[in-house]
């Protein structure tokens, strides 16, 4: 084979030519498929402002989407819908979710004192012992607090004039990603 007969300049040129189709293509479909209808995602949704794909860390395994909440009336049904929501987008993707709200000292003090309470029904299954002592708590200290269970999550909605502060603790624990 005679190498110095080829065109180079051909070669050379069909490579970058592949590359852009190849990079373009990767860019389109970020946009096109996950993109825009993550930003669709909050439409609609009770107490959804926003909801906003995060970048991939290289070594992070998880894609992650930062969530914002606002006057939620069911802090269950606004996450099953996000999830679900979020689920038909990325597929089987491995994903997140980080909930942001406008917690307020009063509400993370509360929190730190309650969050043993959630632990304990977790771990024992009292979830009624739990919502009771919530309940009395968070009226003790003018706070509003509303509690909900299911098989995967319970879900912690405190609220005063000031703030409001939304915890989805998982019922079991995640398993560790190698």
Do not use: C
Request: net charge neutral; no cysteine; hydrophobic share 40%.
């Amino acid at each position: 084979m005679n190498w110095q007969n080829y065109r180079w300049s051909i070669v050379v040129i069909t490579i970058i030519v592949t590359l852009s189709i190849l990079f373009g293509g990767q860019f389109l479909w970020q946009q096109f498929a996950i993109a825009k209808p993550m930003s669709q995602i909050a439409k609609g949704i009770d107490g959804v402002e926003s909801a906003v794909l995060e970048k991939n860390a290289q070594n992070d395994p998880f894609v992650r989407v930062n969530v914002t909440l606002n006057h939620v009336s069911n802090l269950q049904a606004t996450y099953k819908a996000l999830n679900d929501r979020i689920f038909n987008v990325l597929g089987h993707k491995k994903y997140k979710i980080t909930v942001n709200d406008s917690r307020t000292p009063e509400l993370e003090h509360l929190y730190y004192t309650i969050h043993y309470y959630i632990q304990e029904a977790i771990f024992t299954g009292n979830f009624g012992l739990m919502a009771e002592r919530i309940k009395t708590t968070a009226d003790a200290s003018g706070i509003t607090a509303q509690i909900f269970v299911d098989a995967k999550n319970v879900y912690l909605q405190l609220s005063n004039t000031n703030g409001e502060m939304y915890i989805i603790t998982p019922r079991q624990p995640e398993p560790e990603v190698k």
